[in-house]
């Protein structure tokens, strides 16, 4: 399958997917608890024992020579060591929450110096520090580097993946515990990930309902503050609310649907277009391509020996060329759907719907809002 039919499949495949009806989803899939909350740290140190890949830099040499000062060793200051076999790195990780002191966390080492290759190093005690300047964690261990280098005597070089940048598998001792909003307070703060104040107030009614809550009566658990936000009454021990939060996150509602949206990633070609995005009467001209979208209202009466209604249907006829004509003409009510389907018929490029959509933006036919990533 070639890259363009590939491109158009996946657009395709968004519009049969965003044909399908919302379906109910679990709280905890697409909200978070405030306060619940990973923490980042980083710290500075040095990695050795490695084959000749290491560095001769003036912020290495201190570093060097300070921590052999801290095991009671002096340099002469007029002497500049050799150490190739050493390299300065950062080292950062991730707290998440809960994590208690003696736990261990994995580390990313990457160097910050001329070290062309940290593979087959050994990353001395470092200590990790978070935002408030405190030592949360302390890193050590032999680094797992996937990248690799090599050079010719020419100067030629290759270089796969990343030899400057290694991890360590539990490498970091946590050291410090970082207090929890969890048990803080008479309510939990529920976050959603994707604010909409249709999602809030579902959410907010999906709690209520379940636990029995009525705000008709003045009684209720669940209040939605915000488009982002729904505060939750819940029990001050510390047992119950644990389980309380258990009983809550698993609960299900149907969220809003989402925003008409059009998001475009002009790099790669991918077109991702929302069920809700409608097209208003326009006509537009590019290219030798032409597509026309007309519908037809029909009128369908019932025998009239047979029980039934008389309505009316649209039958949609689009028609599509790649003669000299360049108009493309549609009438009110067209789907997206079906103009990406004409364009897909005669094997057009991703960048023409890409040029088609944001000249339809532009002349304000396209009823959603158009992202370019």
Same mark, same amino acid.
Do not use: C, W
């Given at each position: 399958?070639?890259?363009?039919?590939?491109?158009?499949?996946?657009?395709?495949?968004?519009?049969?997917?965003?044909?399908?009806?919302?379906?109910?989803?679990?709280?905890?899939?697409?909200?978070?608890?405030?306060?619940?909350?990973?923490? %980042?740290?980083?710290?500075?140190?040095?990695?050795?024992?490695?084959?000749?890949?290491?560095?001769?830099?003036?912020?290495?040499?201190? *570093?060097?020579?300070?921590?052999?000062?801290?095991?009671?060793?002096?340099?002469?200051?007029? /002497?500049?060591?050799?150490?190739?076999?050493?390299?300065?790195?950062?080292?950062?990780?991730?707290?998440?929450?809960?994590?208690?002191?003696?736990?261990?966390?994995?580390?990313?080492?990457?160097?910050?110096?001329?070290?062309?290759?940290?593979?087959?190093?050994?990353?001395?005690?470092?200590?990790?520090?978070?935002?408030?300047?405190?030592?949360?964690?302390?890193?050590?261990?032999?680094?797992?580097?996937?990248?690799?280098?090599?050079?010719?005597?020419?100067?030629?070089?290759?270089?796969?993946?990343?030899?400057?940048?290694?991890?360590?598998?539990?490498?970091?001792?946590?050291?410090?515990? /970082?207090?929890?909003?969890?048990?803080?307070?008479?309510?939990?703060?529920?976050?959603?990930?994707?604010?909409?104040?249709?999602?809030?107030?579902?959410? *907010?009614?999906?709690?209520?309902?379940?636990?029995?809550?009525?705000?008709?009566?003045?009684?209720?658990?669940?209040?939605?503050?915000?488009?982002?936000?729904?505060?939750?009454?819940?029990?001050?021990?510390?047992?119950?609310?644990?389980?309380?939060?258990?009983?809550?996150?698993?609960?299900?509602?149907?969220?809003?649907?989402?925003?008409?949206?059009?998001?475009?990633?002009?790099?790669?070609?991918?077109?991702?277009?929302?069920?809700?995005?409608?097209?208003?009467?326009?006509?537009?001209?590019?290219?030798?391509?032409?597509?026309?979208?007309?519908?037809?209202?029909?009128?369908?009466?019932?025998?009239?020996?047979?029980?039934?209604?008389?309505?009316?249907?649209?039958? *949609?006829?689009?028609?599509?060329?790649?003669?000299?004509?360049?108009?493309?003409?549609?009438?009110?009510?067209?789907?997206?759907? %079906?103009?990406?389907?004409?364009?897909?018929?005669?094997?057009?490029?991703?960048?023409?719907?890409?040029?088609?959509?944001?000249?339809?933006?532009?002349?304000?036919?396209?009823?959603?809002?158009?992202?370019?990533?």
């Amino acid at each position: 399958m070639s890259l363009r039919k590939l491109l158009l499949s996946i657009v395709l495949l968004s519009l049969s997917v965003n044909g399908f009806a919302q379906q109910p989803q679990r709280i905890k899939d697409l909200a978070s608890i405030q306060g619940v909350r990973s923490n %980042q740290l980083v710290g500075y140190g040095l990695v050795v024992g490695l084959p000749g890949t290491g560095e001769q830099s003036p912020f290495t040499e201190q *570093s060097f020579r300070t921590m052999l000062a801290n095991f009671g060793i002096a340099l002469d200051p007029n /002497v500049k060591p050799k150490i190739k076999n050493v390299a300065a790195v950062a080292v950062h990780a991730e707290l998440p929450p809960f994590i208690k002191p003696g736990q261990t966390i994995d580390v990313t080492v990457s160097s910050v110096g001329e070290a062309s290759s940290l593979q087959g190093g050994t990353l001395l005690q470092t200590m990790l520090k978070g935002l408030d300047g405190n030592v949360y964690a302390v890193a050590q261990g032999s680094l797992v580097v996937s990248g690799f280098g090599a050079q010719g005597g020419d100067g030629s070089r290759i270089i796969v993946n990343t030899p400057t940048v290694g991890r360590i598998a539990n490498g970091a001792l946590v050291e410090r515990e /970082v207090p929890s909003g969890l048990m803080q307070g008479d309510f939990l703060t529920l976050n959603l990930h994707q604010p909409d104040f249709s999602t809030a107030q579902a959410l *907010s009614d999906a709690i209520n309902m379940r636990l029995g809550a009525s705000p008709q009566n003045g009684y209720s658990i669940a209040t939605p503050i915000d488009a982002a936000s729904v505060r939750v009454m819940a029990p001050r021990d510390v047992g119950q609310r644990v389980g309380f939060v258990a009983t809550i996150e698993n609960f299900t509602f149907e969220p809003a649907e989402a925003p008409a949206r059009v998001v475009i990633n002009s790099r790669t070609g991918t077109i991702v277009i929302g069920r809700e995005v409608r097209l208003l009467p326009a006509a537009i001209t590019h290219g030798g391509l032409t597509v026309t979208i007309s519908e037809n209202q029909q009128v369908s009466q019932p025998n009239a020996l047979a029980e039934g209604e008389t309505v009316v249907t649209t039958q *949609s006829i689009i028609d599509v060329n790649l003669a000299d004509s360049r108009m493309f003409k549609f009438d009110p009510g067209v789907t997206l759907d %079906q103009l990406v389907r004409a364009v897909n018929e005669v094997g057009a490029a991703p960048g023409d719907l890409m040029a088609i959509l944001e000249a339809l933006r532009q002349a304000g036919a396209l009823q959603g809002e158009l992202v370019v990533i």
